[in-house]
């Protein structure tokens, strides 16, 4: 089976690369981030799911979420909206994002949970 791709937009470098190891070890590919280029890269980019930082420079997350959702090719990709402030999970509701966390994480195994969870709910809703 081939290796599930997430995106990561992450501004923070060291938490960019803490997700990245965690996934990675987890048997993820993944493309990380620190702003989007154009929202056509991320069209392109043929990702399973984006973790998205809420806080973001020059757009936020729920407005990246809310432009995929918005399209007919990115629409079913799940989205997942981090922030470090636990009072935006509003935007994430918004923004029809997936699943929110909380930065920093309860637990390492957080992230990845979240994530298998959605694709494997992708996958069946697919199926």
């Known amino acids: 089976m081939e290796q599930q791709h997430i995106v990561i937009i992450e501004d923070d470098a060291d938490l960019r690369d803490v997700m990245t190891h965690i996934l990675t070890a ?9 702003a989007i ?3 056509e890269d991320l069209l392109s980019a043929n990702a399973d799911c984006f973790v998205l930082d809420e806080q973001l420079p020059y757009v936020s997350g729920h ?6 959702k918005s399209k007919p090719e ?12 636990p009072g935006l999970q509003g935007h994430a509701d918004l923004s ?19 994530i298998h969870s959605l694709l494997d709910k992708r996958i069946k809703t697919l199926a």
């Open 26 to 34: 987890e048997g993820y590919r993944i493309t990380a981030l620190r």
């Open 37 to 39: 280029a154009s929202l």
């Open 63 to 68: 407005i990246i979420c809310i432009m995929l």
């Open 74 to 85: 990115t629409r079913h990709v799940p989205v997942v909206l981090i922030s470090a402030s």
């Open 96 to 114: 029809q994002a997936d699943a929110f966390l909380s930065k920093p994480f309860h637990h390492i195994s957080d992230l990845p949970n979240t």
